[in-house]
Every structure is written in structure tokens, then in C-alpha cells.
């Protein structure tokens, strides 16, 4: 029987890369797209719903599938107020886990970042760890969390930061080997492949998986 699909977060990075490989999967039928903006030219496999994702709860009737795929996320840059940050990247996503639960959704999956802790100090990390820790609350069946590190690929923003970051890492690669592999940049079609990989096995648990086992994963 085939699949029906939702993801959050298809105009980004990894999102808009994971949206391509459901679209060529055969396992699925249906893709909704929830999302602020709508992507043209997409085929008629594709449903979007446009609108306030910071209101997903508006969306209830329709959000319905098999999987959820929650590639939402924002910076500093883009988002320099705390309180809208947090609102987009621990709010959008717990509401999702929210609506899954209680349309009987039992898989569930969701980019978090390496660092992720409820307990830290840093605002980032605090934030997708009480996100974590809320979407795990949920006990949906199937909840996978990747934790990828620094994320490679081009972007359509400019993010001087991040592209001096890149470089720098890409440079000491090298050394990052033992426990220290899972620091090494990835790229984001290795996190869409584990995603999908992940969705269509039939382990039960709740997983957090890290950023080198990310990679693992993508290959199987």
C-alpha cells in the first residue's frame, strides 16, 4: 500500500533534498507540503498547504499521513530575536509531534544539532534540547532525532560565518577520527537519505543518532 508523507521545511537545505527523493520514491503516493511559501512546479503528487506554521494547529484536518519529516530550523542571522527563534525552531517542531500524536501518526522524524541539551547554558543548544525533550514527551512509535554537526552544501542565503566555518573544518578534518568522527562536516543529502532510510524500517524505539552514525545510516 502506499505512503503518504508530510514535511516541514521543504524550502531549506536538507528539506528541499529529502522533498526530491520522495518524490522519486514509489513507496509513496502523496507528499503534503506545509509550509509559509509555495514551491512551484512541483507535480500533482505533491499537496502544499500555505500558512502560518508558527499556527500549525490550523492545519489539523489535513495533517495527516504515514510519516512526518521536520526539517525546520532557522539561525541568528535570519532570526536575531530569541523569542521568534525559539518559536520556529522548539515551537514549529513540537507542534508537529503534537498533531502527529493525536492524529495517530506513528512515525516521526526531526533535524535536531549536534550539542542539543535542555541543561545548557547556550541558547541555541538549550533550545533544541527542550525541543528533544517535548517531542520525545509525544511517545510517538517510530521518533528518530538526528543530531548532524556542521552542515555542508550551498545555500541560497549568504552566511559569512558559516561558509568561514566550513572552510576551517574542512581543513582539520583530518584529525577528527575515533569518537571525534561524528564533529566531521556532512553534507545534507546524507541526512535526507538517513531520513528516509529511517522512516521505512521497522525498528520501534525512540532514537537520537548522531552526526557520523547520520552517515551510516544514509548508506544502507
Do not use: W
Not at 484536518?61 to 525559539?86: H, M, Q, R, S, W
Not at 534540547?129 to 521518533?143: A, S
Not at 576551517?168 to 584529525?175: A, D, E, R, S, T
Amino acid at each position: 500500500m502506499k505512503k503518504t508523507a508530510i514535511l516541514l521545511g521543504a524550502t531549506g537545505l536538507t528539506g528541499n533534498i529529502l522533498l526530491h527523493k520522495l518524490l522519486e520514491d514509489t513507496r509513496y503516493d502523496t507528499i503534503k507540503l506545509f509550509s509559509r511559501t509555495k514551491i512551484e512546479g512541483l507535480p500533482n503528487k505533491v499537496t502544499q498547504f500555505v500558512g502560518d506554521l508558527l499556527n500549525l494547529e490550523q492545519f489539523k484536518e489535513d495533517f495527516k499521513g504515514d510519516e512526518v519529516y521536520c526539517c525546520i530550523g532557522t539561525t541568528a542571522k535570519k532570526t536575531p530575536d530569541k523569542e521568534l527563534y525559539k518559536q520556529i525552531d522548539y515551537g514549529i517542531p513540537v507542534a508537529a509531534a503534537k498533531l502527529s500524536k493525536e492524529n495517530n501518526i506513528t512515525t516521526f522524524l526531526v533535524i535536531s544539532a549536534m550539542g542539543a541539551n535542555k541543561e545548557s547554558s547556550v541558547f541555541y543548544n538549550r533550545t533544541k534540547g527542550e525541543m528533544e525533550h517535548e517531542v520525545l514527551e509525544q511517545i510517538i512509535m517510530h521518533t528518530y532525532i538526528l543530531r548532524p554537526s556542521l552542515i555542508g552544501g550551498e545555500r541560497k542565503e549568504r552566511r559569512i560565518v558559516e561558509k568561514v566555518s566550513l572552510i576551517v573544518f574542512k581543513i582539520i578534518q583530518p584529525l577528527f577520527i575515533g569518537k571525534f568522527k561524528q564533529y566531521k562536516i556532512i553534507n545534507p543529502e546524507s541526512i535526507a537519505q538517513a531520513m528516509l532510510n529511517l522512516a521505512n524500517r521497522t525498528s520501534n524505539a525512540e532514537v537520537i543518532i548522531t552526526s557520523d552514525d547520520i552517515k551510516k545510516l544514509a548508506k544502507k
